[in-house]
C-alpha cells in the first residue's frame, strides 16, 4: 500500500491539535473518548450488518417503473433502523453489547418480515435459501433467521417480544396472533407464537406511521454528541472496522483508535504465543459482526453448558491439596467476579472498580456475563490441573492452587474473553486488571497457557488474546507500577538501584478483603475469604519472600539486599525445557523447584524476555521491508538484542517500537544508508500498531517542577541524541568496519575537508588561521582538553544532525526556520574581540612526549565520550 495522502496527513495533525486543546496532550488514553471510540464502531457495525441483512431479504428496484418502489423500500429500511434505535432507548439494559444489538436487529428484520408486502421480498417461501428451517406448519421463521446469523433463539424471541410492547406504546396498536390473520405476507410461514400488527405497515398508513416515528426517535436516536440515525443515511461514509485495507480506516484509527481493538482481532496473528496460519483469505472475510456472533455462538453452546461449580474431577485436584481448597476457589470467584461485573445498583456504595452499573438494569447483563466467566474459569482452571499434574507425576497440586495471584490472572483472562466476545461498550481493557489488583506483567504469564489448555477457543478469540499480549509487552509491562520491576531486582540485581531511583517498583496486590471493602460487598452466607484462612503459601502476604512483603519493604533496603545476590546470567533466552506453572507465578525471590539454584524471578523474567525478542523480531522485519533494506534485518535485531540484554534500562517506562526505530536509525548511520529519521517514522505510521505518541513522547527522565516530581517526555530524535546513543555506543562500534575504525584511530579528530595536518604532527601549531580568503576571520585551536572531548566522525556519524525533519509531510520553509531558529541565539551577546586561547605548558609536553605531561589519550572509546552540553549536536529539526 503507498503513503498516504498529503490531505489525510494533514487532516489528522489538525484534528489532533483540536483534540489536545479540548482535551489535553494525553486526550488518546481519556476514558470518555476510548468509550465514544467504542460506541461509534458498535453503531457502525451494526448500521452495517442490518442494511447488508435488509438488502439480502428485500429486493431494491431499478428498472424506471419500479422507481415507486425503490422509494418504499428505502422508506422500510429507515422504519426498521428507527425503531431499533427506539427501541434501544426504551430498553437500554437489553442493549449493553454488539451481540445483544445483532439480536436487536434480527428480531427487526423478523417483523419487517412479517409485514411488509411480500412483493418486496428478494425471494421466494419455496426453496429459499433464506429461510432452510422447516416444519410441518410451514417455514420456521425465528429458527432460520438464528441459523443464518447465529443468533440465540430464547434471546431472539425476548427481543420479539420488547418490540411488540415498543409498536403497542408508540403505535396505540394491539398485537394479533398471527395464526388468526389471512395476511399476504404470513403465506406458507409457521404463525405458531407469532404476532401481527394490522395497518403497521400497509401502504395506506406506511407513511403516517413512519413519521410518527420519526417524531419519537428524534431524542431517542441522540447519545451525547451523535446522532445515531445518521449511521444508517451516511453509513458509506463511516468508517468501520471491517474495512481492514482502507486508507481512511487507517486515518480514522490513527486519529482516534489508540487501541484498534477490532482491527487487531481480524489481523492475522503475530504474536510470539502462536504462530501465524494460513487461509487468510477466509480470515480477510471476516466482519466484527460475524466475529461476534461466532465467538457469541461458542459461549452459548460449549461454555454455558459447564457447571457453574467445580466438576467432580476439579475437586479431585482441589481436595488432594495439603488441604481442601474448594470452598477458597469459590469464593474468591464470586468477589473477584463481583469486582469486575457488580450486580448491584450504584446507589447500594460509593463507588465501583469495575463496571458503572448506575441503575438496576445492568444487574441481568452482569449476572449473565459472570456466569459465563466462571464456568469458563472452572473449565480451563480444570484443564491446567491435568496437564501440570501430567508433567510432574503428581496429583498435590498445592503451590500452584493456593497461588492467589495465578487464579486471578485465570479469572481476569476468562473475564475479558467474556467481554471481548460481546464487543460492549461499557468497560474495555485494562479495566479487568484495575479490578483485580494485576498488572500486565502478571496477565502475561497466563495468556499462552489459556490458549493451550481452552481447545475449543474459536481463532477470534485467540486473535484478541494475541493482540492483547502484544499490548502487554510493547509497553504496558513496562509501566511505572508494573510487577515485571519486582522480579528485576532479583533477576537482575544490578537495576535495582535504577528501578528504585525511578520508583517503578509495584504496589502489593490487593487482598480479597480489600477487594470487598473496597466494594462494600455483604457477604452474608460467604465463608472467611482465603486469604483469611489458607495456610501461607508461595505468594502470601505473610511470607516474608512474597513479592507483596517485598514491597513493603524500604527501597534502599531492598536494593541492598538484592545486590547481595550472584551476578545474573548473560543470557536471556529460554531453556530448552518445561517449567511448571507455580515457577512462573511463584514469589520472585522463591527458587525454581526444576531450575536448582535458578529464581522463579529468573524463569519468568526469561520467558518475558523471549517473548520481547520474538515480537520486535516481527515488527522489525516489517518495517525493514517496508524501506526496502531487508538486508538490515539481522543487524538491527542484533542491536536490539543487546540492549534488551545489557542495557536494559533504556526500556523502563517506554515502548519497546521506540528502540526498535532508534535502532533502526542508528545501523542506518553506521551502514552510511541515505535513510532518514522522516522516512523511517512515516513507514512506522503504516504499521497497524502505530501510535503517535510512540515517535512524538519519549520518557527521558524525572524532572522536579514546583516542588513535585514530574516526567519529562521528549521526541524521538531528541531522545535518541540525547540517551540512545550514549548508551549503544560500543553495539554501534562493534558493526563498524575493523579497516574504518583503524583509520579512526589513527586520526581521530581529521574532519572530512579540512586542511592537512602538518609534517610536524607532535608540535603542536597554536597560531590563529584565517579561514576566509574574502573575509577577515581567524580561528584559534581548541584546548587539548577540549579536543578529547570532540567525537571522532564514526562516533558522530551515529547522531542524527540539524536539518533532517523530524515531522513527515513539514514543509521546508519550517524546516529552514526551525534551524535558524536553533542557530540565531537573538538573546545572546556577540562580542567581536578574538579571544585566543593560551597553551599550558604541560599541554606542549605531552605533545612532544615528555613524562611530566599526560600525553594525548590513544584509547579510542574516549572519542566517544558523552558529549558537554556546549559541544553536543542537536536534535533535527
Known sequence: MGPPPVESNQLRSKIDEVLRSRYGPDWENQPELKQLQSLVNLMTDASRFYRKAFNELFSSASTCQESESTANNLDYTCFGWLLFLTLRSKSPELFKDLVSCIHGLVAILAILLIHVPARFRSFTIEGSSHLIKQTERGVDLLASLCHNYHTSEDRLKEMMGKSHQAIEEYFS????????????????????????????????????????????????????????????????????????????????ETLVSPTKTIKNMLTVPTSPSSPVNGGSVKIMQMTPVTSAMTTSKWLREVISSSPEKPSSKLEQFLSSCNRDLTSDITKRVNIVLEAIFPTRSSGDWGGSIGLNCANAFDIPWAEARKSEAS?????????????????????????????????????????????????????????????????????????????????????????????????????????????????????????????????????????????VAHQNIHSEGLPATPSKKRAAGPDDNDDPQSPKRLCKESRNTLADHNLLTPPPKQSHMVKAKWHPLQSTFASPTVSNPVGGNEKCAEVGVNIFFSKILKLAAIRIRNLCERLRHVEQT??????????????????????????????LYGVAKVSQLTLTFKEIVTNYKREQQCKPEVFRSVFVGSTNRNGGLGS???????????????????????????????????????????????????????????VSSSHNVYVSPLRQTKKDALLSPSSRSFYACIGESTHAFQSPSKDLAAINNRLNYTSRRINTRINFDMVSDSVVAGSLGQPNGGPASSDPAAAFSPLSKKGKPGPES
Open 173 to 252: 396498536m394491539k398485537p394479533l396472533t398471527a395464526s388468526e390473520c389471512k395476511a399476504e405476507t404470513l403465506d406458507k410461514i409457521d404463525t405458531v407464537g407469532l404476532k401481527y400488527f394490522k395497518h403497521l405497515l400497509d401502504e395506506e398508513c406506511f407513511q403516517s406511521n413512519l413519521e410518527n416515528l420519526e417524531k419519537l426517535s428524534s431524542t431517542s436516536s441522540w447519545e451525547g454528541e451523535l446522532d445515531l440515525k445518521m449511521f444508517l443515511i451516511n453509513n458509506d461514509n463511516i468508517v468501520s472496522a471491517e474495512d481492514s485495507s482502507s486508507c481512511p480506516k487507517h486515518v480514522f
Open 375 to 515: 464456568k469458563l474459569y472452572y473449565r480451563v482452571l480444570e484443564a491446567i490441573c491435568r496437564a501440570e499434574s501430567h508433567n510432574t507425576n503428581v496429583n498435590n497440586l498445592t503451590p500452584l492452587l493456593s497461588n492467589e495471584r495465578f487464579h486471578r490472572c485465570l479469572i481476569a483472562c476468562s473475564a475479558e474473553l467474556v467481554l471481548a466476545t460481546h464487543k460492549t461498550v461499557i468497560m474495555m481493557f485494562p479495566a479487568v486488571l484495575e479490578s483485580t489488583g494485576l498488572t500486565a506483567f502478571d496477565l502475561s504469564k497466563i495468556i499462552e497457557n489459556f490458549v493451550r489448555h481452552e481447545e475449543s477457543l474459536p481463532r477470534e478469540l485467540k486473535r484478541h488474546l494475541n493482540a492483547l499480549e502484544e499490548q502487554l509487552l510493547e509497553s504496558m509491562a513496562w509501566e511505572k507500577g508494573s510487577s515485571l520491576y519486582n522480579s528485576l531486582v532479583v533477576a537482575r540485581p544490578s537495576l535495582a538501584s535504577e528501578i528504585n531511583r525511578l520508583g517503578l517498583l509495584a504496589e502489593p496486590m490487593p487482598s480479597l478483603d480489600d477487594i
Open 634 to 663: 539481522e543487524r538491527v535485531y542484533n542491536i536490539f538484542k543487546q540492549i534488551l540484554d545489557q542495557q536494559t534500562t533504556l526500556f523502563f517506562n517506554r515502548h519497546i517500537d521506540q528502540l526498535i526505530l532508534c535502532c
Open 712 to 770: 519529562r517526555h521528549v521526541d524521538i530524535i531528541v531522545f535518541y541524541n540525547e540517551v540512545f546513543v550514549p548508551a549503544v555506543k560500543p553495539f554501534l562500534v562493534d558493526l563498524i568496519p575493523s579497516g574504518a575504525r583503524a583509520e579512526d584511530k589513527k586520526n581521530p579528530s581529521q574532519i572530512p575537508g579540512s586542511p592537512k595536518p602538518s609534517p610536524f604532527s607532535n608540535l603542536p601549531d597554536m597560531s590563529p588561521k584565517k
